[in-house]
């Protein structure tokens, strides 16, 4: 079945980039998302983007999409103590529709 | 209103006992899901309906059952859970069921349930 990987934890300095990294399996893909998810709450949508599209930004937030490779990136810029969360990479195939999220990276933002 | 609704945030329960979670939402979506959530674990999909009906069921247990009394309302009733089934059950919806456009998803913040 279809597969959704991400790293499970990410550490960066306060005011550095963070690149939150996913690759899926699912050659039929038409969008894929970047949800965030802060304790005790639910998910958050941050972004999303057409499977036919490289590139997408969004004030601090840049996703990248390699279809080829089946790779895609959130690069959040200046990241603040705020952004520390998980972060979910979904995936909408075209066959049967159901969103299959990844495992979730756990972003630290340190002081 | 953008927003999802859930009620109870948190319940604990005994696995005799008879308990509801409810979702509401007014944004004029047409399909809700319920996904249930372990600690740092992706959401696992559990029911969808689409125009107030099932859709999808996941295999969920019988001791889980949906009901979704109208188009901004979905309950999951609980009843003889074990301890295991303790989890974040969260609601979502989205102007359309899976297969239209970018259907983004809205979540809820969820219901955090103890069974003991």
């Known amino acids: 079945g279809e597969d959704v990987e991400q790293s499970l934890f990410l550490s960066v300095r306060e005011g550095d980039s963070s690149v939150i990294n996913c690759t899926y399996t699912?050659?039929?893909?038409?969008?894929l998302y970047w949800y965030k998810q802060e304790p005790g709450a639910g998910l958050q949508l941050l972004t999303y983007?057409?499977?036919?599209?490289d590139m997408k930004q969004d004030q601090r937030l840049t996703v990248l999409l390699n279809k080829k490779d089946k790779h895609l990136s959130l690069r959040i810029a200046d990241t603040q103590t705020g952004d520390s969360a998980i972060y979910f990479c979904a995936d909408l195939n075209n066959q049967g529709g159901k969103l299959i999220f990844g495992q979730g990276t756990e972003l630290s933002v340190k002081p | 209103d953008t927003e999802v609704t859930q009620t109870p945030k948190h319940l604990v329960m005994g696995m005799t006992n008879k308990k509801s979670l409810k979702c509401e939402q007014h944004m004029g979506h047409r399909a809700m899901y319920w996904y249930k959530q372990k600690a740092k674990k992706p959401p696992e999909l559990m029911f969808v309906?689409?125009?107030?009906?099932l859709s999808i069921n996941e295999s969920v247990p019988s001791r889980f059952s949906p009901e979704c009394p109208n188009s901004s309302l979905l309950n999951l009733h609980l009843h003889a859970l074990q301890p295991e089934d303790s989890a974040l059950y969260l609601c979502?919806?989205?102007?359309?069921?899976w297969g239209s456009g970018a259907n983004v998803l809205t979540f809820g913040a969820g219901s955090r349930l103890t069974v003991l």
């Open positions: 699912d050659s039929s893909s038409t969008y």
């Open positions: 979502a919806s989205s102007q359309e069921m």
């Open positions: 309906y689409s125009y107030e009906k």
């Open positions: 983007i057409f499977s036919n599209m």
